[in-house]
């Protein structure tokens, strides 16, 4: 079953991939994922139109000066 994700406006897309470019579209294609990729994650942009966003890595605490 291909992932879907609804909108705000209410409007279902469906993730698909062809190589390492991920994009949503109304219908299922042969290329329709089964879930979101490790690593990433689904934002929706002003318009309502749905991208995937790479999860941003925790930044490592700072090493404290030791004197």
């Not at 409007?11 to 698909?16: D, E, G, M, Q, S």
């Not at 941003?56 to 090493?63: N, S, T, Y």
């Amino acid at each position: 079953m291909a992932y879907s994700h609804t909108n705000s406006k209410g409007v279902t897309y469906y993730l698909h991939s062809n190589g390492k470019m991920f994009f949503f579209s109304k219908e299922i294609k042969e290329n329709a994922l089964d879930a979101v990729p490790a690593g990433y994650n689904v934002v929706e942009m002003k318009t309502g139109m749905l991208v995937l966003k790479r999860n941003q890595p925790a930044p490592e605490p700072a090493a404290e000066n030791q004197a």
